[in-house]
């Protein structure tokens, strides 16, 4: 009896010893190829700003950070370490430096590997990849710095449902194996060097929703079959070389939403809905910088889900429908930089959740439909250089509820800035009335316009000062008023008030005006953000203020065709991000400053015909720009004019 109990008290002990070892041996004390596999991974990353790899110790790796196993076999299943963490109350980008190991293959069960977003890491996609781990369900490696080719074995991760390589430096052609990955539904490769052509392989992918290859180096045409895609609801192929047509196919695609062939090198007409009751739920289409042909295709207008579409700088031609009206949804249009004709439909007044319209640069033609001024909602309106000759701007515009972005430039309006749109229902932000015939003065009133943040009003006979009112717009940021007869002091624009230090000015035109008096004042004032200042070809006097030194984002200085004279302010030379400085014909004196060797950004130099002496600064970028750059000066020698006698 005691023999038997006690053999049965060891048979327990036994038994609760396997279990808790077994128990270990599943739960707990990794897989020997796994422990392998994740210190490999571990020992190529010299650099973790978030320290999860730090923790990556000893032998129980399913506890580690971002590791998960199969509670059954104990094997390694997941690797989560992606570079933005986030919880509910904080988000952190953290970064990792160093290589993919290709010791990440011996970790053969698992299904899910993230390493998105890490940004440093660099190497290869391991080529054996598709050999080793044909559990893979998910690869994010996207946002980091990998290279080398897409390797052909991905094609035998059956699995895949998600394959995210955006984002890294990745080339070689796009393997024909990946049509072979039937369970892929996301296919994102966008934003790396991808030379070649797309695979037609890929329209085998039927369950395929999101597709984005956009941003690489692809040529060769869209895949004829691309219609194939049943599920596809996102397509982005743009900013590629494309060629060719745009496949018959498309019209096939049944649940597409999102289309973006943009900027590519497209051909052909605009072929798509073959027929009315297809792609229904396209919603976002771009189509924009191409070599498009043709007319706007009337079954266009059946694509009633369509919310933003973009058609511009084609070359269409024809007639916009007359059926636009039917887009009901549309929120955005953008037609600009066709060859588009004809009169703007009236059934445009129908759009009541336009947005934004934009038809600049095309040939329609006159009378502008009164039924634009239905469009309750419509807060851009670009109808700029067209045949529309409109001689004044139409009333009801000046009446339209939420215009606040006003583009009429090169549209034939003659006379003074009407009144009106001083007291427009929606305060004007943007204002383009340039390149028209528009005469008086610049009225006073525009001072009122207090949410202003670009005025263009170039290239017009306008005659007056400017007024002091301008100084108080303080949210402007574009100011364009070249081209003009303009007259009376320049240095009020140095002024004008701002809400914040730094100001919000980037950009003044005044250039081929009257303009007169100095600019001493240039930099005093609140605004220091200007990064583009032109005011040539005025009759401006006195100095190049030292205080120049304070406009720290300038970019483009151009002062040239002035009075301007006195020496150069040494302080130009802290102006390091200036691109280009043109003082030419101007009465500039003494010597160039040394220490415009400073401007290491500076590409574009001229400051000929000055009263400038001595020796060129020696050195990088003073010493490399051609003679012309300098010509004029009687004083002036040394590279690269002749070399200095002294
Ligand atoms: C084991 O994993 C499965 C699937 O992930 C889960 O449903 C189950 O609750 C887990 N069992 C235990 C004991 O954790
Ligand atoms: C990417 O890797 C290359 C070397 O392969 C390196 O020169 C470059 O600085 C890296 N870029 C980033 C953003 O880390
Ligand atoms: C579009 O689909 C229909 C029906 O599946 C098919 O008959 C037709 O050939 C397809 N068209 C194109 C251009 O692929
Ligand atoms: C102002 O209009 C002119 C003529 O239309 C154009 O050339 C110029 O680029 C515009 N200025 C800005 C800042 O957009
Ligand atoms: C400044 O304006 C003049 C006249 O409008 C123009 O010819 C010149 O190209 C402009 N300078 C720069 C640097 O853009």
Redesign the pocket.
Known sequence: MVIKKLIWIIISVMFIFITVAECKGKMGLCHKRDLLGLNGVKAAIHLDTSGRLEKWVGRDCCKWYGVSCNNKTGRVTEINLPGLMSSSDFIFQSKMEGNLSPSITLISYLEIIDLGGLIGLTGNIPPLIGNRLSNLRKLYLYGNNLSGALPASIGKLSKLEELQLQENSLSGLLPYSLGMLLNLNRLLLHTNQFPGSIPESLTKLSNLQSLDIHGNRLTGRIPENIGALQVLKELDLSNNFLTGKLPQSLSNLTSISVLYLDTNLLQGNINFPASSRQMMSLSFLRLHDNHLTGNIPTTFTNLVSLQRFSLANNMLEGEIPSTFGNLLSVTEIYLSGNRLSGVIPKSIGKLSLLLHLSISNNLIESPLPSEISSLQNLQTLDL??NHLNLLTIPKWLGRMPSLSRIFL??SGIKGEIPDFLRTTPSPILEL?L??NHLTGSIPTWLGSLSMLY?L?L??NSLVSTLPDSLTKLQDLG?L?L?SNQLSGPVSKIFNIENRFDGGSLL?I?LSENSLSGGIEEMAIGKQKQISYLNLSHNHLTGRLPSSIGKLEAMKILDVSYNGLGFNLPGSLANVSPLETLKLQENKFTGEIPTGFLKLRNLKELDISNNLLVGRIPVGKPMSDFPKSSYSGNKGLCGKPLFPCKF
């Open positions: 700029s250089f430039a090169g383009d340039s390149a670009s263009n170039s290239r574009v364009d070249h950009y035109d």
